[in-house]
Each structure stands twice: as structure tokens, then as C-alpha cells.
């Protein structure tokens, strides 16, 4: 079933409004007829199933039959990646994938062995990276798109912390902590989690205690060292396991 997102307002008296381009995707592409079912979200975590009823020149109105809880959510968990900035293409592999496995929202960051220069790009690359997260959310079913913030810095990024339950760096100089050592040590199941990642260069040791003075985890991902496009969506996939009902 072809699924599409729309705005809460789009929803109303038990009709969906479809328009602009997955309105063209649905009649010039898809060729849809009257009475065929599609699936919709609103992006607050809601799922409607509904048939096309009237296509109009512009716009097309569906009639919803059902609505449920999106599956590609959960209440109890909400991660937010901090990702230091790649080079090339990686940051959309990053924000695909990481999409895919979960994360809510994804937040770039420059720091000290940040290679990447955007300058007048960032806010083009910003605008790209967020309709990544739109594609991805709609492949993978989620039932929000994540929001992909604008460029700031580590320090900035440290001060924002006090906002999350349970914040984890990973670092590959950490020898001794992994994720399932953290988890073991806490007392409440965290809703609001910050992970961090590295740019391709890692963090530098300074960089690391900056996050663990703001009340941060330095963890292990394993014996082996990932690179900065693995990284993220690995730590998601654990803490899935651990949280994910």
C-alpha cells in the first residue's frame, strides 16, 4: 500500500486532502483509481488508512476508513544523534540510515577534527539533508519525520544537554564502558536520549571530557573501530534492543 505524509490540517471530518507533489506522484505516477486504499500519516505518530474518493485539478480527497498508532514508533524512546559533520556525501548515508533505525531528530556539528568546510553551502546541505529524512521516514514507515537541525558546534551542542535523560559519546579510546555497562547502572529506563558521534577523525580526548563534565557516557562500540557513517546507526540498533518494545 502506497504510503504518503501529510499535515494534521489536511485532516478533517473524516477526510484526507492530498496535494502538491504526491498528489502528481498519485495521478501521474501511481495512477490511482476511486475507491483504491492508500496510507497516510500526519506526522505526529498517527496512521490513517483511507480511499481515494475525489480527484480534483490540484488536489485529491480521501475518505478515511481507519487510523492507529504508527508502528515505526515508540513513546517511551526518543534519540536525538548529534553527528560531527563528514566529508563528501556520508552525512545523508549518516541521516538515511539513522532515520531508518529510529532516530527522532539529528542534529550536525562541527568540532575539532571536523574536516568539512560548508560556508555558504550549510544551508543548501541543510535543506537536502532534511528531505533525506523525509524519504527515509516515508521508506521506512516511521510515523514522524525527523527534524535535521542547522549546523552548530560540540560546545554549543554540550550546553543543550541538561534536556536529555541519558547521553552517550562514543570513543574509540573508551577501553573499559560499553552501552550494556551504562544500562546496567541506571535505575530508571531513560525516554530521552542524546547520542553522539564523531567526525571522521574521532573526538579529541579534551573534546570527550567536555561531554562527560556535562553528565555524559563515554561508551565502546566493540572491539572493532567503525567509521563515522557506521557509528550512529549501530548505537541506535543497541539501544533498540535494549529499549524498543
Same mark, same amino acid.
Request: charged share 30%.
Given at each position: 500500500?502506497?504510503?504518503?505524509?501529510?499535515?494534521?490540517?489536511? &485532516?478533517?471530518?473524516?477526510?484526507?486532502? &492530498?496535494?502538491?507533489?504526491?498528489?502528481?506522484?498519485?495521478? %501521474?505516477?501511481?495512477?490511482?483509481?476511486? /475507491?483504491?486504499?492508500?496510507?497516510?500519516?500526519?506526522?505526529?505518530?498517527?496512521?490513517? !488508512?483511507?480511499?481515494?474518493?475525489?480527484?480534483?485539478?490540484?488536489? *485529491?480527497?480521501?475518505? !478515511?476508513?481507519?487510523?492507529?498508532?504508527?508502528?515505526?514508533?515508540?513513546?517511551?524512546?526518543?534519540?536525538?544523534?548529534?553527528?560531527?559533520?563528514?566529508?563528501?556525501?556520508?552525512?545523508?548515508?549518516?541521516?538515511?540510515?539513522?532515520?531508518? $533505525?529510529?532516530?527522532?531528530?539529528?542534529?550536525?556539528?562541527?568540532?575539532?577534527?571536523?574536516? @568539512? %568546510?560548508?560556508?555558504?553551502? #550549510?544551508?543548501?546541505?541543510?535543506?537536502?539533508?532534511?528531505?533525506?529524512?523525509?524519504?527515509?521516514?516515508?521508506?521506512? %514507515?516511521?510515523?514522524? &519525520?525527523?527534524?535535521? $537541525?542547522?549546523?552548530?558546534?560540540?560546545?554549543?551542542?554540550? /550546553?543543550?544537554?541538561? =534536556?536529555?535523560?541519558?547521553?552517550?559519546?562514543?570513543?574509540?579510546? #573508551?577501553?573499559?564502558?560499553?552501552?550494556?555497562? @551504562?544500562?546496567?547502572? *541506571?535505575?530508571?529506563?531513560?525516554?530521552? !536520549?542524546?547520542?553522539?558521534?564523531?567526525?571522521?577523525?574521532?573526538? $579529541?580526548? $579534551?573534546?570527550?571530557?567536555?561531554?562527560?563534565?556535562?553528565?555524559?557516557?563515554?561508551?565502546?562500540?566493540?572491539?572493532? &573501530?567503525?567509521?563515522?557513517?557506521?557509528?550512529?546507526?549501530?548505537?541506535?540498533?543497541?539501544? =533498540?534492543?535494549?529499549?524498543? /518494545?
Amino acid at each position: 500500500m502506497h504510503r504518503f505524509f501529510v499535515s494534521p490540517g489536511q &485532516i478533517e471530518d473524516g477526510l484526507v486532502t &492530498i496535494e502538491g507533489e504526491d498528489f502528481k506522484h498519485i495521478t %501521474k505516477v501511481l495512477r490511482l483509481r476511486d /475507491d483504491e486504499a492508500i496510507e497516510v500519516c500526519d506526522g505526529r505518530g498517527t496512521d490513517y !488508512i483511507a480511499c481515494v474518493e475525489t480527484v480534483g485539478k490540484d488536489s *485529491l480527497k480521501g475518505r !478515511i476508513l481507519e487510523s492507529r498508532p504508527s508502528r515505526g514508533e515508540t513513546d517511551s524512546l526518543r534519540v536525538t544523534l548529534f553527528q560531527g559533520v563528514p566529508k563528501g556525501q556520508k552525512m545523508e548515508s549518516v541521516i538515511q540510515k539513522c532515520v531508518e $533505525a529510529g532516530a527522532a531528530s539529528i542534529v550536525p556539528f562541527t568540532s575539532e577534527r571536523t574536516v @568539512v %568546510k560548508l560556508g555558504d553551502k #550549510e544551508e543548501k546541505k541543510t535543506r537536502r539533508w532534511q528531505r533525506v529524512a523525509y524519504e527515509a521516514a516515508k521508506q521506512s %514507515k516511521r510515523g514522524i &519525520i525527523p527534524h535535521v $537541525a542547522e549546523v552548530t558546534t560540540l560546545s554549543a551542542v554540550a /550546553d543543550t544537554l541538561d =534536556n536529555y535523560d541519558l547521553v552517550l559519546i562514543a570513543y574509540e579510546g #573508551e577501553e573499559e564502558s560499553s552501552l550494556k555497562d @551504562v544500562i546496567s547502572c *541506571l535505575e530508571f529506563d531513560p525516554e530521552r !536520549i542524546a547520542v553522539i558521534i564523531g567526525p571522521e577523525g574521532g573526538f $579529541a580526548p $579534551a573534546e570527550v571530557a567536555m561531554i562527560e563534565e556535562a553528565g555524559g557516557y563515554s561508551v565502546s562500540l566493540g572491539r572493532r &573501530i567503525l567509521r563515522t557513517e557506521t557509528a550512529g546507526v549501530v548505537l541506535l540498533a543497541q539501544l =533498540n534492543f535494549f529499549y524498543e /518494545d
